[in-house]
Every structure is written in C-alpha cells, then in structure tokens.
C-alpha cells in the first residue's frame, strides 16, 4: 500500500511539473507574440508620420513583403542550427519590417477603425486561442483543412488582380478571416504540445519564438482581413 501511495505521489508531482513548466512555456510564447505585434503597430504608426518614408514604403511594398516571408523561411528552415538569440533576432526584425509594410494603413484607413478593428482582433484571437488551449479534442485534421483553405485562398488573391471584382474581394476576406481564426486555435494546440520538461533552455527557447511566431502571423492574418471588411477609409 505504501508502494502505491508513493507511485500516486510521485505521478501527481509530475504532473504538477509538466503543468507548471507548460504554463511558464506558454507565457514566454505568448510574451514575445504580443510584445512583436505592439513593435509592429508602434512601427507602423512612427513610419506613417513620415510622408516621404510612407511613399517609399509604398513603392517598395512587394520587396518589403518577400523579404518578411524571406525571414520566416530562414527561421523555419534553420531554427535546429541558429541560437535561439539569433532566432529571437530574426522575429524582432520581422515584427519590425512587418510594421513597416503595415504603415500604409495609417494612410488609407482612419486611426479610429484601425484601433477599432484591433481590439475585435485581439478579442478573437484571444478567444480562438485560449480555445485552442482548452480543448481536448484533436485538431489535426482542422489543420489540414485550414491548409487547402489558404491555397485556394491564395489562388483567389491572385484571380482578383486581374478580376479586380468586389464581390470575390469580399468573399477573400471572409474566408481569410475564417481561415486565420481557425489557424489560432490549431497553432495553440500544436505549440502547447510541442512543450516538453526535458528540453533544455535553449531549445525551449526556441520552440516559443517559433510558436510566437506563428501567433503573430495568425493575429496579423485577421487583423489584415478584418480591416479589409470593416476599415474605415480616409
């Protein structure tokens, strides 16, 4: 009986552990997540007072965006090699060049809808994700969906360049909205269970600058398509 009181004993200590850990995990990912997207907007907002530096901003917009992708690509691919100082570097730099692309904002949509549609933003993120914490069941296959979704989302962004229709620039937005949600929810499960007590500093690390970063690309996703839907122009 002794024996099965300490193996009790020590399972609950255990699990106390991994729970503390997790939480202390989750935290740090959700820290770096919501301190990149306040570097994002206060960039945003500093670049925007400048009209000269906007105007470029504009002119360069297709370099700015692929350099951004440039940098998550570099990150996912090379995150087993980089130190997470490096890697903590490169999602600082990304929020940073992010707000610099998202400062045309400040110029075609009023301060007031921007702020209004960023705290819908953070209210659905916040739910979707703590959701996406919560729940016991598996999304895995919620992920899959969400991928095909961003395909034909993508092919349909690329159809309405040439089609220039309001009504599937509607629909892209809709969709957007719902595919980024959905994403939240899926992103926070699998980051929650990418924690594990034996990682070393260093890789624990690691595994929250890449989980905040792919919150901060589900924030901004919605936000982008929410302002796309309910943006007030100047």
């Known amino acids: 009986m002794a024996d099965l009181r300490s193996q009790f004993g020590t399972r609950a200590m255990d699990d106390a552990q991994i729970d503390v850990g997790l939480r202390a995990y989750m ?15 206060a960039i945003a907002w500093a670049v925007a007072q400048s009209p000269a530096v906007a105007s470029a901003v504009v002119s360069m917009g297709l370099i700015l965006i692929l350099a951004a992708f440039g940098l998550v690509f570099f990150m996912s691919a090379r995150i087993h090699k980089i130190s997470a ?13 992010f707000g610099v692309i998202l400062s045309t904002y400040f110029l075609v949509y009023t301060g007031e809808s921007i702020a209004r549609v ?16 919560t729940t016991k069941r598996d999304l895995t296959s919620l992920g899959s969906f969400l ?5 034909g989302l993508l092919i349909a962004i690329v159809v309405n360049m040439f089609l220039a229709s309001s009504a599937l620039h509607f629909a892209v937005s809709v969709i957007g909205v719902l595919i980024f949600v959905g994403l939240t929810a899926f ?3 699998k980051i929650k269970e990418m924690y594990l007590v034996s990682d070393s500093g260093e890789v624990a690390a690691k595994k929250s600058i890449m989980g905040a970063l792919k919150l901060y690309m589900d924030f901004i996703g919605i936000f982008i398509y929410l302002m796309a839907l309910f943006g007030g122009r100047e």
């Open 147 to 151: 991928a095909m979704g961003m395909i």
């Open 118 to 133: 960023f705290f819908i933003t953070a209210a659905t993120f916040g739910s979707m994700s703590l959701y996406g914490y």
């Open 85 to 97: 100082t490096t890697a903590q570097a490169c999602f600082w730099a990304y929020s940073t060049l």
């Open 27 to 41: 935290l740090k990912v959700y820290n770096y997540m919501g301190s990149g997207v306040m570097l994002t907007f």
């Open 187 to 189: 992103d926070t499960q």
